[in-house]
């Protein structure tokens, strides 16, 4: 696997959506290419950072309770 | 919108009411988080969770105990959220392609004068926030399903109730779009393109 087949990769790499065999090609690329590991500890770290900052608020009390008051 | 939820149809019985209602509410947080996101505005998503609860609620025979009620929530959601503040099918809409490729990181290397993971622990957590909020919806709801919620590709195809290869490229684009508000906003507050200034 060359640089650019990594970089194509990278996306569906990280949503952990690829075939096995096609998780270990990259795995080895990663290994031996610093900057496309690089590359992929910096998309890895943003998915991470939205997920952190969208899951801040939690639902308002009076919400969850007319919700009970609706399923119970 | 139709009137049977999109996912988990047929075979099975039926949750028992209070396990259902039980694990319902145990999504409460991630529903009303969702529902921010999408409608931007508190108020209209206290009312988008409360409708689709009573929609489950409605439908709850619907519901196959044992599969993803995550899902099947978000996906009644989003129709829901669709019908009611956006006035029609998604699918009817033609999303503006900015098709210019943009990759955050190659940005930030070539210009930041401070490592790449750095400039992503400077941006506030309200401005990435934003950043997803000034998604279009159609771009904001796959982020949402795959990035923030972690649904699969398939899972995330269900809900929005279109082809994995359609979740795959909404998703490419709302990164990039995600990416280029964000290098914006590295811009302006000064985390970025100090790299000239620094060597001179």
């Given at each position: 696997m060359n640089c650019q087949e990594c970089v194509d990769?990278?996306?569906?790499?990280?949503?952990?959506?690829?075939?096995?065999?096609?998780?270990?090609?990259?795995?080895?690329?990663?290994?031996d290419c610093p900057p496309c590991a690089e590359r992929y500890q910096f998309e890895t770290s943003l998915k991470r950072l939205v997920k952190v900052c969208c899951e801040q608020?939690?639902?308002p009390p009076v919400l969850r309770e007319k919700l009970r008051q609706i399923l119970f | 919108?139709?009137?049977?939820?999109?996912?988990?149809?047929?075979?099975g019985p039926p949750a028992p009411p209070l396990a259902f209602a039980e694990e319902a509410m145990s999504h409460l947080d991630t529903l009303y988080?969702?529902?921010?996101?999408?409608?931007?505005?508190?108020?209209?998503?206290?009312?988008?969770?409360?409708?689709?609860?009573v929609r489950a609620l409605r439908y709850q025979h619907s519901y196959q105990p044992g599969t993803n009620m995550k899902a099947w929530l978000f996906a009644i959601m989003r129709n829901l959220f669709w019908d009611r503040f956006k006035g029609g099918r998604p699918e009817?809409?033609?999303?503006?392609?900015?098709?210019?490729?943009?990759?955050?990181?190659?940005r930030i290397k070539d210009e930041s004068a401070i490592p790449e993971d750095q400039v992503l622990d400077r941006l506030a957590a309200h401005e990435v926030v934003e950043a997803v909020e000034k998604l279009p919806p159609l771009h904001r709801e796959v982020v949402l399903l795959v990035d923030v919620e972690g649904f699969s590709y398939k899972d995330?195809?269900?809900?929005?109730?279109?082809?994995?290869?359609?979740?795959?490229?909404?998703?490419?684009?709302?990164?990039?779009?995600l990416q280029r508000t964000l290098y914006d906003y590295a811009l302006e507050s000064g985390i970025v393109g100090a790299k000239d200034r620094a060597a001179s």
């Open positions: 990769r990278l996306e569906r790499f990280v949503d952990r959506e690829l075939s096995t065999s096609e998780v270990e090609e990259i795995k080895q690329h990663l290994d608020e939690t639902a | 919108m139709a009137e049977t939820p999109p996912l988990n149809r047929g075979g988080r969702g529902a921010l996101r999408l409608t931007r505005n508190p108020d209209r998503a206290e009312d988008l969770v409360q409708d689709t609860y009817d809409l033609s999303l503006d392609d900015d098709s210019s490729d943009f990759a955050l990181y190659d995330a195809a269900e809900v929005l109730g279109v082809p994995i290869g359609t979740v795959m490229s909404r998703l490419h684009r709302a990164r990039q779009q």
